[in-house]
């Protein structure tokens, strides 16, 4: 499972209020991903690690933000969620062989 | 980035071969391609990847053709643990992986 956890695993919570989310790796991975599940969407990719502090946009990064201040922790935080961001949240990180392997998920839900 | 085209759905007898197919006629060169599945709302799994030549791993079997604008995901004996949405992906040379919607498989007793 490539040693990812993510916390928490579910949470519910209030428009615009903050939330932050966190994935903990314990291999040393440089590069961390974040994305979201949506019915009939797919995966789509929000934010992006490639080492402590470097971070990059992307497909759907409108009103998200991340924080990686060490390699084991990427942290995504919603700074006031709404409802369209009620989704199911997965990090991921790159292995061998430049392969993404993904954690089990959070599954958020802004009411 | 290329992009791919699956079927929306299959079905498969239990302890038969499963071929899912996958076309990416844009692909480029470089860029491989990569299968996950992902099982009732789990994280996706990684299966098996490759750029031309034919893989195999413990889990599965991708034969390539020799243009590169399709591929097949092979699963030998599929078994009803195997029932799951099968991602076909062409992966960028930025590392990114763009999902499509998949193929839904359905494997039956």
């Known amino acids: 499972d490539a040693g990812i956890t993510q916390s928490p695993r579910h949470k519910v919570t209030e428009t615009g209020t903050p939330v932050t989310l966190r994935c903990h790796q314990t291999?040393?991975?440089?590069?961390m991903y974040w994305y979201r599940q949506d019915p009939g969407h797919g995966l789509r990719l929000i934010h992006y690690s490639y080492g402590v502090k470097d971070t990059d946009k992307g497909e759907v990064s409108d009103g998200y933000s991340v924080s990686r201040s060490k390699t084991e922790d990427f942290l995504l935080t919603l700074e006031s969620a709404t409802s369209s961001q009620t989704s199911v949240y997965f990090c991921?990180?790159?292995?061998?062989?430049?392969?993404?392997?993904f954690g089990p998920g959070t599954r958020l839900t802004v009411l | 980035d290329a992009k791919t085209t699956q079927p929306t759905s299959m079905d498969c007898a239990e302890g038969r071969a499963a071929n899912l197919p996958c076309n990416h006629s844009t692909i480029s060169g470089n860029e491989y391609v990569y299968w996950y599945r992902q099982i009732h709302s789990q994280g996706p799994q990684y299966i098996i990847h490759?750029?031309?030549n034919n893989e195999t791993n413990e889990m599965a079997s991708l034969i390539i053709t020799e243009d590169r604008k399709s591929s097949t995901l092979i699963l030998p004996h599929a078994t009803l643990r195997d029932t799951a949405v099968y991602y076909c992906?062409?992966?960028?040379?930025?590392?990114?992986?763009?999902f499509g919607q998949g193929t839904t498989l359905q494997v039956k007793p």
């Open positions: 490759g750029l031309k």
């Open positions: 992906i062409v992966r960028a040379d930025t590392g990114k992986l763009i």
């Open positions: 291999e040393n991975h440089r590069y």
């Open positions: 991921a990180i790159m292995g061998v062989e430049d392969t993404q392997y």
